[in-house]
T-cell receptor, first 112, second 112 residues
Framework: DAGITQSPRYKITETGRQVTLMCHQTWSHSYMFWYRQDLGHGLRLIYYSAAADITDKGEVPDGYVVSRSKTENFPLTLESATRSQTSVYFC???????????FGPGTRLTVT | SQQGEEDPQALSIQEGENATMNCSYKTSINNLQWYRQNSGRGLVHLILIRSNEREKHSGRLRVTLDTSKKSSSLLITASRAADTASYFCATAFKAAGNKLTFGGGTRVLVKP
């Protein structure tokens, strides 16, 4: 299916565990982004990638790791989950010439 | 923070009425975009206005941009119950590539 998908859609994990959220897009967009959305904070950029093997920090990168070995995939890893990382995580992609971003459906992560 | 500020935070109107929401930002932009988010879903791009444009229309949406005041407004005319959603402005700052900074959003409730 064309578009941008995220998995899992819902995840409950315990404090201290490693968690990886997956993002896959079929448009071959060079840019990909990870955001978290929390009440009172809107969307905040965690990491972004301009192309395969090129990643950079956003506004709130601490506690997260990303990689991008293939253009279509952009996984986000929480190395040691904390309760403050309970949030809804959105992945997005964009074409560098068009600026508009296309969002995935989100992953609701709860850290207990 | 360069985050845009949206006003009002929440808006309740009757079907058929117009809804207006505003966004202010702090530094020079390349473009400004508006997104809609239905409850529990990812964001959907609505409209993009470039820094050299003053007004743009798309269906029942009208966006204005005043770069001297660093502000934008989104007008939804003849609102429908299906317009109930949160609306976010997002700014693409110059020299920031395709990165966007999102405002906190306006929650719009359209009552039938």
């Amino acid at each position: 299916d064309a578009g941008i998908t995220q998995s899992p859609r819902y995840k409950i994990t315990e404090t201290g565990r490693q968690v990886t959220l997956m993002c896959h897009q079929t448009w071959s967009h060079s840019y990909m982004f990870w955001y978290r959305q929390d009440l009172g904070h809107g969307l905040r950029l965690i990491y972004y990638s301009a192309a395969a093997d090129i990643t950079d920090k956003g506004e709130v990168p601490d506690g997260y790791v990303v990689s991008r070995s293939k253009t279509e995939n952009f996984p986000l890893t929480l190395e040691s989950a904390t309760r403050s990382q309970t949030s809804v995580y959105f992945c997005a992609s964009s074409d560098p010439t068009l600026y508009e971003q296309y969002f995935g459906p989100g992953t609701r992560l709860t850290v207990t | 923070s360069q985050q845009g500020e949206e006003d009002p935070q929440a808006l309740s109107i009757q079907e058929g009425e117009n809804a207006t929401m505003n966004c202010s930002y702090k530094t020079s932009i390349n473009n400004l975009q508006w997104y809609r988010q239905n409850s529990g879903r990812g964001l959907v791009h609505l409209i993009l206005i470039r820094s050299n444009e003053r007004e743009k229309h798309s269906g029942r949406l009208r966006v204005t941009l005043d770069t001297s005041k660093k502000s934008s407004s989104l007008l939804i005319t003849a609102s429908r119950a299906a317009d109930t959603a949160s609306y976010f402005c997002a700014t693409a700052f110059k020299a920031a590539g395709n990165k966007l900074t999102f405002g906190g959003g306006t929650r719009v409730l359209v009552k039938p």
